[in-house]
C-alpha cells in the first residue's frame, strides 16, 4: 500500500568535482511503500545522485533524511544498518558456490554468524529455512544446487537481488537493474521487483522506460544535474522538456 510520508529525502543536493558542479540543488523525496524511478539521458547526473542517496558520495551541500534522521555525513555501511540498502553493496555473487550457498553466505551477518563460518561446517544450516525461503522469494527454487555461474544472466541478477535482501532492507536501491537484459529476463525481474515492493520502498535507477512506466508509482527525471519533471510517469512523460532532453526535440 502507498503511504504518503518520505520515507528517503534529499533537500538542496549538490556535487562539485574539482569546480564542475554535477549535481545542482536536487530536492527529492521518496514515499515509503513505493516503487520510485531516477531517469534521465546520459551525463544526466543520475549515477551522481544514486550515489549521494546511498552515501557513496558526501555531498558539497544539501541534506539527505531517511527516516526522519539526518544521515548526510553517514558512511554506506552505518545507513545500510539503518536499512537503506544499495543492491551492490552486498551482491557480489560466489560463481562457483550453489545459490543455496551464496544465500546462506549472505544471511551470515544479519544472523551474526560470520566470525563463526569456519569454525563449523554445521554453523550455516542454521540459516537454511531464511535461505530457501529467499529463494522461492525470487524465482529460483529450481536452481538451489547450480553453482551461479551457470545461471542465465537473468537468474543471476536475482540471486543478487536475493543477497541483498538477505539484509531485510527498508528500502532497496537498485541501479539500473534490467541492464544487459533480454526481454524474457526484463519481465521476470519487473515482477520480481514488483512482489518486492508490496513489503518495500524501491529507488531505482532505470533506462528502460517501458518497465518504469509499467512498474513505477513516482518517476524522478533529472537532465544536467538538476530536476527537470517529477511525478507519476504519465505526467512527465507528457512534458515537453522531459521530451526534448531524451529526444532532442518537443516533438515525437
Known amino acids: 500500500m502507498v503511504n504518503s510520508q518520505p520515507i528517503l529525502s534529499a533537500t538542496g543536493l549538490s556535487m562539485e568535482f574539482r569546480g564542475f558542479l554535477a549535481v545542482k540543488d536536487v530536492t527529492l523525496s521518496v514515499n515509503e511503500g513505493t516503487v520510485h524511478a531516477l531517469i534521465g539521458p546520459n551525463g544526466a547526473g543520475k549515477t551522481t545522485v544514486f550515489n549521494l542517496l546511498t552515501k557513496f558520495l558526501t555531498p558539497t551541500r544539501g541534506r539527505i ?39 546462506r553466505v549472505a544471511l551470515q551477518r544479519p544472523s551474526n554468524l560470520a566470525t563463526q563460518f569456519w569454525r563449523s561446517s554445521n554453523v550455516l544450516s542454521k540459516v537454511d529455512d531464511q535461505a530457501m525461503s529467499l ?26 537481488i536475493a543477497t541483498t535482501l538477505a539484509l531485510d532492507p527498508t528500502v532497496l536501491l537498485l541501479d539500473e537493474p534490467m541492464a544487459g537484459m533480454g526481454h524474457e529476463d526484463i519481465g521476470r525481474i519487473s515482477e520480481l521487483i514488483r512482489r518486492i515492493a508490496k513489503q518495500r520502498t524501491v529507488l531505482m535507477v532505470e533506462h528502460n522506460l ?43
Do not use: W
Open 210 to 252: 517501458n518497465v518504469v512506466a509499467d512498474l513505477c508509482d513516482r518517476v524522478t527525471v533529472l537532465a544536467r544535474g538538476e530536476i527537470l519533471a517529477d511525478g507519476a510517469y504519465d505526467v512527465v512523460s507528457a512534458d515537453p522538456r522531459v521530451r526534448e532532453a531524451y529526444m532532442g526535440t518537443e516533438h515525437e
Open 135 to 160: 529463494i522461492d522469494a525470487v524465482g529460483l527454487s529450481r536452481y538451489e544446487h547450480l553453482p551461479a555461474v551457470e545461471l542465465s544472466y537473468g537468474r543471476k541478477r536475482a540471486l543478487e
Open 65 to 103: 533524511m531517511f527516516r526522519g534522521a539526518d544521515i548526510t555525513r553517514l558512511k554506506p555501511a552505518e545507513v545500510a544498518r539503518l536499512g537503506l540498502v544499495r543492491s551492490f553493496q552486498i551482491s557480489a555473487v560466489f560463481p562457483h558456490l550453489s545459490v543455496r550457498d551464496n544465500l
